[in-house]
Nanobody, 122 residues
């Protein structure tokens, strides 16, 4: 069993930055693939970024260059640095953990956090 808790969301103006955190407990964090997904009202959950247990990183094409995923295995925590935020980035952001065959498929992950709201608005 894995427990995931996201934090760091909030209200930010367009062009601003936020850093989301995902704290994990319950099993070997370092051996888990980790991902960030988001879901806006009325839209499907979409892949944002992922980081394999070995450290390889993956991004949704449209977000590459603005978002950066990282992990600190010593702290059992994953991060998502979000820069140059746009109103269309507004969504609930979820972190996920598992042994993902395809890191961009949400159903490949076994454990999920409760989500953190990110709102980009002036």
């Amino acid at each position: 069993q894995v427990q995931l808790v996201e934090s760091g969301g909030g209200l930010v103006q367009p062009g601003g930055s936020l850093r989301l955190s995902c704290a994990a407990s319950g099993r070997a964090f370092s051996s888990s693939d980790m991902g960030w997904f988001r879901q806006a009202p009325g839209k499907e959950r979409e892949f944002v970024a992922a980081i394999r247990s070995g450290g390889s990183t993956y991004y949704a094409g449209s977000l590459r260059g603005r978002f950066r995923i990282s992990r600190d295995n010593a702290k059992n925590t994953m991060y998502l640095q979000m820069n140059s935020l746009k109103p269309e980035d507004t969504a609930v952001y979820y972190c996920a953990a598992g042994q993902a065959n395809s890191v961009s498929r949400w159903y490949d992950y076994d454990y999920w956090g409760q989500g953190t709201q990110v709102t980009v608005s002036s």
